[in-house]
C-alpha cells in the first residue's frame, strides 16, 4: 500500500508541473494575454516598453515561466491593479467559501445520488427506478446556472423562504445553512445525477456477477449479499466522485456568480469582466492544483477498498 | 530436396514488466529447424512455450533478436522488416475466428485486402476472390456478408482464403483449429490436407492438440519454454518418444483403447503441472524441475540437440551420458 | 458473443438417385433449400445499428427533436416574420401565448419565437462544431498514440492528461478568458475542453482494437502503418467514438450557454440562448415563463442529445 501511495503521489507531480505550464501558457501567449490588461492603446511606444521591461515581459518565455513558478510557489501570484490587493490575498480569503460551498454540495450530491443509484440499482424496473432515470437525465441537461434561476425565482422571489444571495457563514448555525440551500441544490443536482447513474450501472453489473450467486448459495442473508454487492460496486463510483468534485469547482464559478457568494468563483466572474487576468490565471492556478490533489485522495482512497486498482499499479 | 524453410539458432526475447520490475522474458531460444517443401511440420507444446512468437517470427511479423532464416533458397533478414514481396511469400492462418477478420469488413474485401495491398488489379482480384472462395468450400453469395454472419468454421475457412489469395509457398497455421467444434476441427483439417495437395503447399502447423498434430504432420517438433527439446517424423515421434517432456506430453493425451491407457502409471513422479515462468526460467534444462529422471547434471549444463537417428534430435542429458 | 445460427448447405451428395429424373429433381429440391438459406441479407455493422436504433421509441423521438431544432433555426426566415434583433417597446414583456408572439416577447419587446429560431443557429453551432472538432483531433491523437505505443504516444497522452487535470469547465473559462470573447472563441474553448477526453476514449479503443488478429493479418500482406491505421483500426474505433461524441453536444452546448452567460461568448445583441437567458435574468419574477423560454430550450436540446446518445450506445452494444 505504501509502495502504491508512493507512486501515485510521484504520478501527480509532472501532472501539476504540467497544470502550471498550461496555466502560464494561456495568460502569456493567447491573444488577450496578461500584459494586455496592463497596457493600454494610448501609451507611447517608449512607454509600452519601459512596462514591457519592469514585468520582464521581454525576457524569453521559458525564463519568464521559470520566474512566475517561482514566485507562485512562494505564494505570490502578482498584484491586481483593479483591485488593489495581492492576488494571493484575494484568493485566501475567496477560497474558504468555495470550499465550503463546493464541500456540502459534494457530500450531498455524492450521497444523494449513490442512494438513488443503489436503490434503483436493486430494484430494476420499478417506478423509483424509472424516476431515477428521470431525475438523473434533467440532472445532467440542465445548465446549473438555469436551475438557479428557477430556484431563485421560487423560494426567493415567490415563497420568499430563503435569502437570494450572499454567504452568511458568520451568523450563526441555520443562517448559514439557509444561505447554503440554494447554492447547494442548484450545483450539486448534476453531481447527483452522473453518481446515480454510475452507481446503478455498477449495481446492476456485480448484481449479475456469479459471486452474488455464490453468496446467495451459501444461505447469506439478503441485507448481508447486499452488503458484498456494494462493496464491489464502489470502485467506479469512487472514479467518478473526483472528476465530479472537479465540476463542482469549475462550476462554483456560474453557481456563485449568481447567488453572490464570494467564493474563488464569484472572484473570476468579476475579474473577467474587469479583464484582471492575473485573477483569472491565479483563480485557475489553485482550482486546478485543488482539484489534481483531491483526485489523488480519491485515487489513495480506492487503492485502499478495491485491491484490484493496488494491483494494476505494479 | 532441398528444404523450404530453415531456422538457424532463433532467439527471440520481450521486455516485460514484472511486479513493477524490468524483466525479459524469453519466448523463443536458440531455435533450429527444418521445413520440406510440400510437407507439414507440426510444431507442438503447452500454452506460453513461444509455439506461437515462433510462428510470428518465421512471418515476419515479430522480429527475431538472433538467428537466421533461410527461404526457398535465399536468406530473408529476421531482424528487419521484410518487404511486401517478401512477406507474401509466407502467410498465416490465425487462431480465434472470430478476431482475425475485420468486423467492419465482408468476407470479399477481408480477402481482397491482401491483393490489394500487393498492387493488384480489379479484375485479377475479383477472379482470385472467387477462386479461393471455392475453393475453400465457400458458397459465392457469401461474398457480401460480415464475419458476424458466419459460424466459427466458416470464418476459419475465410481466414484460410485469406492467407492463400496471395499464392503463398508457405502457410504458417497457429492454432488454426483449436477454437472450433471436434466435428467442424475435422472438416477444416481435411480442407487444409486437400489444399495441400491442390496447392503444393508447406505447412507449419502449431498446435497444443497432439491428437490434431499427429494427423496432418509429416515431421514433428515439440517445444518447451522456448525450446525444441525434440524433433523428429511424426510416426517415430508418437511411437516411440524419447525426451522426458514428450513422454509426459503423450501419457496426458486422452485415448479411447484401454490397453493403451497409462492412466495407472503416471511417467511423472515430479510435480507436473507447475510450469515455470519463460522470464526466469530453471538454469540448465529448462525441464528439470518437472522431470522425473533430473540428475544434478541437468541443472548445471543446458543439454544441446543431439541426433539419435534419420532426422531426430533430443536435447536431454539421458541421451548425452549413456 | 452469440455465434450466429448458419444453415447447412447441401452439396452434390444430397439426394443422389438412380434414374436422372430423380437426380435432376434432387437436384432443384437441393437448389431451392440452397437459395432459401443463402438470401439473408448482408448487414453492415452501421445498417444493423440503424435498424436496431429505429426500434428505439425514445431514441427516434429524441433524435426528431434534434432534427425539428435544427430544421428551426435553418428555416427560421421561413418560420417568423418577426426581426430577432429589433423589437416593439411598447410590446416588451409580452406574455408567452400572446396573439402575435408565440413565445412572448423580451425586455426590449423583441419576438421571443424569433430569437429563439435564431438564436438556435448559434446555439447549436457552438454544440455541434467543438463536438464535431474534438472527435477529428482526438481521434487522431488518440489512434496515432494507440499505435505508436513509443515516445510520440506518450507524450501526447501524457499532454492530454494535463489538459484533462482542469474541471472541464475552469478549463473553457480560462481559454475563454485568454482569447477574449466571441462565438469563434467559445467554440475554440469547448474544443480545446473535449479533445483530451475523445482521445482518451480512442486511444483506448484503439489499444483494443490494434492487438486483435485481422490488424496482424493486414501487416502480413504489406500493408503500410498509415494504411493498416485507416482500414483495419479507424473503422472499429469510430463507433466507440461517435457513441461518446453524441453525448458531447448537450455538455458543449451547455458550456457555451455557460461562458455567454458570463460575458465570454457571443457578442450581444446576436440571440444566443444563453446569453438570452442572462439578459432575462433579471425579468424572472415579472414575466417567468418569458424567462424560462431560453432556458428551456437549452434543456431540451441537451435532453435530446443525451436520449439520442443512450439509444446510439445501446443499438451499437450488441458488439458485432
Redesign the interface.
Known amino acids: 500500500m505504501l509502495r502504491v501511495a508512493v507512486l501515485r503521489i510521484s504520478m501527480a507531480v509532472p501532472i501539476l508541473f504540467g497544470v502550471s505550464v498550461i496555466v502560464f501558457l494561456l495568460m502569456n501567449v493567447l491573444p488577450g494575454s496578461a500584459e494586455a490588461s496592463l497596457v493600454s492603446d494610448d501609451m507611447s511606444a517608449a512607454e509600452r516598453q519601459a512596462i514591457r521591461d519592469e514585468l520582464g515581459l521581454n525576457d524569453p518565455l521559458p525564463l519568464r515561466y521559470l520566474h512566475w513558478l517561482g514566485d507562485a510557489l512562494q505564494g505570490n501570484l502578482g498584484y491586481s491593479a483593479q483591485r488593489r490587493r495581492d492576488v494571493s490575498d484575494l484568493l485566501m480569503q475567496a477560497w474558504g467559501n468555495t470550499a465550503v460551498l463546493a464541500l456540502v454540495s459534494a457530500v450531498f450530491g455524492i450521497s444523494l445520488g449513490l442512494w438513488l443509484g443503489y436503490v434503483a440499482g436493486t430494484r430494476r424496473g420499478t417506478l423509483i427506478d424509472r424516476l431515477t432515470g428521470v431525475l438523473s437525465l434533467s440532472g445532467l441537461s440542465i445548465p446549473s446556472f438555469f436551475l438557479a434561476i428557477i430556484l431563485l425565482a421560487v423560494f426567493a422571489g415567490w415563497l420568499r423562504l430563503l435569502p437570494s444571495g450572499g454567504a452568511n457563514l458568520d451568523s450563526g448555525l441555520l443562517m448559514a445553512l439557509r444561505s447554503l440551500v440554494l447554492p447547494v441544490l442548484s450545483g450539486s443536482l448534476i453531481t447527483m445525477a452522473i453518481t446515480a447513474r454510475v452507481t446503478r450501472a455498477s449495481i446492476v453489473d456485480v448484481a449479475g456477477a456469479d459471486f452474488v450467486e455464490t453468496l446467495r448459495a451459501k444461505g447469506l442473508s439478503e441485507w448481508e449479499v447486499r452488503r458484498h454487492i456494494l462493496r464491489n460496486a464502489i470502485s467506479p463510483v469512487l472514479t467518478t466522485s473526483g472528476v465530479q468534485i472537479g465540476a463542482l469547482l469549475g462550476g462554483s464559478v456560474l453557481v456563485e456568480t449568481i447567488f453572490r457568494w464570494p467564493g474563488m468563483g464569484l472572484l473570476v466572474f468579476t475579474a473577467i469582466s474587469a479583464r484582471d487576468l492575473l485573477v483569472v490565471q491565479g483563480a485557475t492556478l489553485v482550482i486546478a492544483v485543488t482539484f489534481v490533489l483531491l483526485n489523488l485522495v480519491v485515487d489513495l482512497l480506492q487503492a485502499w477498498i478495491d485491491p484490484r486498482v493496488r494491483g494494476a499499479v505494479s | 530436396m532441398a528444404d523450404l524453410l530453415e531456422l538457424i539458432d532463433i532467439s527471440k526475447t520481450f521486455d516485460v514488466r514484472s511486479g513493477g520490475r524490468r524483466a525479459t522474458l524469453s519466448a523463443v531460444d536458440h531455435v533450429s529447424l527444418t521445413v520440406r517443401p510440400g510437407t507439414t511440420l507440426g510444431i507442438v507444446g503447452e500454452s506460453g512455450c513461444g509455439k506461437s512468437t515462433l510462428a510470428r517470427v518465421i512471418v515476419g511479423l515479430h522480429l527475431a533478436d538472433d538467428g537466421e532464416l533461410v527461404f526457398d533458397g535465399k536468406q530473408m533478414l529476421t531482424g528487419k522488416r521484410r518487404t511486401p514481396g517478401e512477406l507474401k511469400q509466407m502467410q498465416m492462418v490465425f487462431q480465434d475466428p472470430s478476431s482475425a477478420l475485420n468486423p467492419r469488413a465482408t468476407i470479399s474485401e477481408s480477402i481482397a485486402f491482401p491483393l490489394q495491398v500487393q498492387g493488384a488489379s480489379k479484375s485479377v482480384i475479383a477472379e482470385r476472390v472467387a477462386t479461393v472462395m471455392r475453393d475453400v468450400g465457400l458458397p459465392a453469395a457469401y461474398a457480401s456478408r460480415y464475419p458476424h454472419q458466419l459460424s466459427g468454421g466458416q470464418r476459419q475457412r475465410v481466414n484460410i482464403a485469406r492467407a492463400l489469395a496471395l499464392q503463398p509457398k508457405l502457410v504458417v497455421l497457429d492454432e488454426a483449429v483449436s477454437a472450433l467444434d471436434k466435428s467442424i476441427q475435422a472438416q477444416v483439417l481435411n480442407l487444409l490436407s486437400d489444399l495441400q495437395d491442390e496447392y503444393g503447399l508447406t505447412y507449419v502447423f502449431i498446435s497444443h492438440d497432439l491428437n490434431v498434430v499427429r494427423y496432418l504432420s509429416d515431421d514433428v517438433a515439440v517445444m518447451y519454454l522456448g525450446q525444441v527439446v525434440e524433433q523428429g517424423s511424426a510416426q517415430q515421434l508418437y511411437d516411440e518418444p524419447k525426451h522426458p517432456y514428450t513422454q509426459l506430453l503423450l501419457s496426458s493425451v486422452p485415448t479411447l483403447d484401454p490397453a493403451e491407457s497409462t492412466r495407472d502409471e503416471p511417467v511423472d513422479t515430479a510435480d507436473s503441472t507447475e510450469i515455470p515462468s519463460p522470464i526466469d526460467p530453471p538454469s540448465g534444462c529448462r525441464f528439470r524441475t518437472r522431470c522425473p529422471f533430473a540428475t544434478d547434471l541437468c541443472a548445471q549444463v543446458v543439454p544441446v540437440p543431439i541426433q539419435v537417428g534419420e532426422g531426430r534430435t533430443v536435447a536431454c542429458h539421458l541421451y548425452t551420458t549413456p | 458473443?452469440t455465434?450466429?445460427v448458419?444453415p447447412t448447405?447441401l452439396d452434390k451428395s444430397f439426394g443422389a438417385g438412380t434414374t436422372a429424373a430423380d437426380r435432376d429433381e434432387a437436384a432443384r429440391r437441393r437448389d431451392e433449400w440452397?437459395a432459401a438459406r443463402?438470401s439473408?441479407q448482408?448487414?453492415?455493422?452501421w445498417q444493423a445499428t440503424l435498424r436496431r436504433f429505429a426500434t428505439n421509441k425514445v431514441g427516434v423521438v429524441a433524435a426528431g427533436i434534434v432534427l425539428l431544432l435544427v430544421l428551426g433555426a435553418i428555416f427560421a426566415p421561413l418560420l417568423t416574420s418577426a426581426d430577432p434583433l429589433i423589437g416593439k417597446p411598447l410590446d416588451r414583456l409580452q406574455n408567452v401565448g400572446s396573439p402575435g408572439h408565440l413565445l412572448g416577447t423580451d425586455e426590449q419587446g423583441r419576438d421571443m419565437l424569433a430569437r429563439v429560431l435564431y438564436g438556435g443557429r448559434l446555439s447549436l453551432l457552438a454544440g455541434f462544431v467543438p463536438t464535431i472538432g474534438a472527435a477529428l483531433i482526438g481521434t487522431a491523437i488518440g489512434v496515432t498514440s494507440g499505435i505508436m505505443r513509443g515516445a510520440v504516444g506518450t507524450v501526447l497522452m501524457?499532454?492530454m492528461?494535463?489538459?484533462y487535470?482542469?474541471?472541464?469547465?475552469?478549463?473553457a473559462?480560462?481559454?475563454g478568458?485568454?482569447?477574449?470573447p466571441g462565438l469563434t472563441n467559445t467554440i475554440i474553448a469547448v474544443t480545446i475542453v473535449f479533445v483530451p477526453p475523445v482521445a482518451r476514449v480512442a486511444e483506448s479503443a484503439t489499444r483494443r482494437v490494434v492487438v486483435?488478429?485481422?490488424v496482424?493479418?493486414?501487416?502480413?500482406?504489406?500493408?503500410s502503418t498509415l494504411?493498416v491505421a485507416r482500414?483495419?483500426v479507424l473503422?472499429?474505433v469510430l463507433n466507440d467514438v461517435i457513441v461518446y461524441a453524441s453525448g458531447l453536444v448537450?455538455v458543449a452546448m451547455?458550456i457555451a450557454?455557460?461562458l455567454s452567460?458570463?460575458?465570454?461568448g457571443s457578442a450581444p445583441p446576436a440571440p444566443e440562448w444563453?446569453y438570452m437567458?442572462?439578459s432575462l435574468?433579471g425579468m424572472?419574477?415579472v414575466a417567468?415563463l418569458v424567462?424560462?423560454v431560453p432556458?428551456f430550450f437549452?434543456?431540451l436540446t441537451?435532453?435530446a442529445f443525451?436520449?439520442a446518445s443512450d439509444a446510439l450506445r445501446e443499438a451499437m452494444d450488441s458488439r458485432?
Do not use: C, H, K, Y
Open positions: 458473443m455465434e450466429a448458419v448447405l440452397n443463402t439473408e448482408p448487414q453492415s455493422f501524457r499532454t492528461d494535463m489538459l487535470a482542469f474541471p472541464a469547465i475552469l478549463l473559462i480560462a481559454v478568458a485568454s482569447l477574449g486483435q488478429e485481422f496482424e493479418a493486414a501487416r502480413l500482406s504489406g500493408a494504411r482500414t483495419q473503422p472499429n448537450g451547455i450557454a455557460s452567460f458570463l460575458g465570454l444563453g437567458l442572462n435574468r424572472v419574477s417567468p424567462a424560462i432556458g437549452i434543456f441537451s435532453v443525451n436520449l458485432l
